[in-house]
Nanobody, 127 residues
Framework: QVQLVESGGGLVQAGDSLRLSCAAS????????MAWFRQGPGKEREFVAG????????YYSDSMKGRFTISRDNAKNTVYLQMNNLKPEDTAVYYC????????????????????WGRGTQVTVSS
């Protein structure tokens, strides 16, 4: 059983920054790719960013590249999402996800490749 718990969301103004955290427990965290997804009001869930099991490789959605940074601390079993210059369109519930297979060869942007999900943390950006 894998548990993922997100934190760090909140209400901010456009241009502000937030750092989301996702604490993992229940298995060897350092063996699995991790990702952040988000789902805005009335929208489908979309990929935000992913990081491979070692932290040596990252992958971003084009629309978030340059503003968001994903990182991980395997000693703390935690993955982070630093979000800068937030925009109202970034308003969404942000979810942390863990790949179902260890030592993945490629970071996947597809939600179906992630077997474990947190409950999400709300980010609201006001204009």
């Amino acid at each position: 059983q894998v548990q993922l718990v997100e934190s760090g969301g909140g209400l901010v103004q456009a241009g502000d920054s937030l750092r989301l955290s996702c604490a993992a427990s229940g298995r060897t965290f350092s063996s699995y790719d991790m990702a952040w997804f988000r789902q805005g009001p009335g929208k489908e869930r979309e990929f935000v960013a992913g990081i491979n099991w070692s932290g040596g490789s990252t992958y971003y959605s084009d629309s978030m590249k340059g503003r968001f940074t994903i990182s991980r601390d395997n000693a703390k079993n935690t993955v982070y999402l630093q979000m800068n210059n937030l925009k109202p369109e970034d308003t969404a519930v942000y979810y942390c996800a863990a790949d179902g297979l260890p030592y993945g060869l490629r970071i996947s942007p597809s939600a179906k490749n992630y077997d474990y999900w947190g409950r999400g943390t709300q980010v609201t950006v006001s204009s």
